[in-house]
């Protein structure tokens, strides 16, 4: 009687420091580490040249993955970057054509001022010839309105000559500025070619967008790729823990807590780490297809909430990746 009297004080005293030290702690099994996963996919369509990344392999952002044949590419290149060059010969001439044109206009110009004179002199003649006609008779010959008469046409016409030369100068000039302009817009049209095409250069050459393990490759030399088809993807290097906690436990959970966690993969390691966050929300609410509590008859079930739990550190010999599962304890108190 007095040794089942010791027992049970034992197993008493045994369960009240049990509970002395699980009360400052909330743990749970439904958890499991996650990442921000890095799907890769082509962005353009060609035949694979050179793989160079493995399975598993640790790779740094910026590291070359794969080589997707850029003949063409490279073809289009260059002929985008000869299309420019072209454009911009042509608008150099126009600039040239201008200059030239400018030049001949303003010797029109002159032209046209060194033919007013003679002709406003001729006209004056004629029409001087012609008052003194018109006073008396006799003063002038008919021979001298005649030539006077003539000079003047002849010195109007010269005149007129050069004006119009002077106006299809002009004309020439402008006729240069819009091919200037329309060079200009022809090298705007090529450098947006050319960018094109160096762009989907660059994309015959994917690589590491950041840092990680490689994971799910598919491809292999000689396939041939599409754009948006995944080829392979990356496992950041920076993982986390989803806990789901019974909402029950969340009432002494808080951001900046301390978190031993305990992988499945890495029994002998308890890793430290700290709530980071708490989700605003069950995880149902976030389902394609939210519970109708209002329908129907209902029954209270204790809902589970994701916690975000941040690694302080991660073993360098255990495999940690995501889906894998742990047992997170915050300590609450």
């Known amino acids: 009687m007095v040794g089942a009297v010791g027992l049970i004080a034992v197993v008493a005293i045994g369960a009240f420091i049990w509970w002395l030290g699980a009360r400052n702690y909330e ?27 493995v399975d598993n392999q640790l790779v740094r952002a910026g590291a070359p993955l794969l080589e997707i044949d850029s003949a063409d590419v490279a073809t289009r290149v260059a002929q985008a ?19 030239v044109s400018e030049e001949t206009w303003r010797q029109a110009l002159a032209d046209v001022a060194a033919a007013r004179a003679p002709a406003d002199n001729a006209a004056a003649d004629l029409a001087r010839y012609l008052h003194l006609a018109a006073i008396n008779r006799l003063a002038v010959s008919q021979q001298q309105i ?18 119009k030369a002077a106006q299809t100068r002009a004309a020439q000039i402008a006729a240069a500025r ?11 049209a090529a450098q947006a070619q050319l960018d094109e095409a160096s762009v989907n250069l660059g994309y015959t050459r994917v690589v590491a967008p950041v840092s990680g393990h490689v994971t799910q490759k598919t491809v292999a030399v000689g ?20 806990a789901n906690f019974k909402e029950t436990q969340l009432a002494r959970i808080r951001p900046g807590q301390s978190v031993a966690i305990k992988v499945d993969a890495c029994p002998e390691d308890h890793i430290p780490g700290h709530v980071e966050s708490i989700q605003r929300g069950a995880g149902q609410a976030f389902g394609v297809l939210p519970p109708e509590n209002a329908t129907g008859n ?30 997170p304890r915050v300590r609450v108190r």
């Open 81 to 99: 970057r000869a299309q420019k060059a072209q454009a911009q010969a042509q608008v150099a001439n126009a600039r040239d054509q201008i200059r």
């Open 27 to 53: 743990a749970t099994d439904d958890a499991f580490v996650d990442a921000h996963i890095v799907r890769l996919a082509p962005q353009i369509a060609g035949r694979v040249t050179a793989v160079l990344a």
């Open 298 to 327: 209902y029954v209270k079930v204790v809902q589970r909430v994701p916690v975000k739990i941040v690694f302080d550190r991660t073993p360098r010999d255990c495999p940690i990746g995501p889906g894998m599962s742990v047992i």
């Open 223 to 242: 396939n041939y790729v599409q754009p948006g088809a995944q080829v392979m993807a990356i496992v950041p290097l920076e993982l986390w823990v989803t």
């Open 146 to 163: 005649d030539q006077a008469r003539s000079a003047a046409r002849q010195t109007a016409a010269q005149r007129d000559s050069a004006a």
């Open 178 to 188: 819009t091919q200037v302009t329309s060079g200009e817009d022809q090298v705007r």
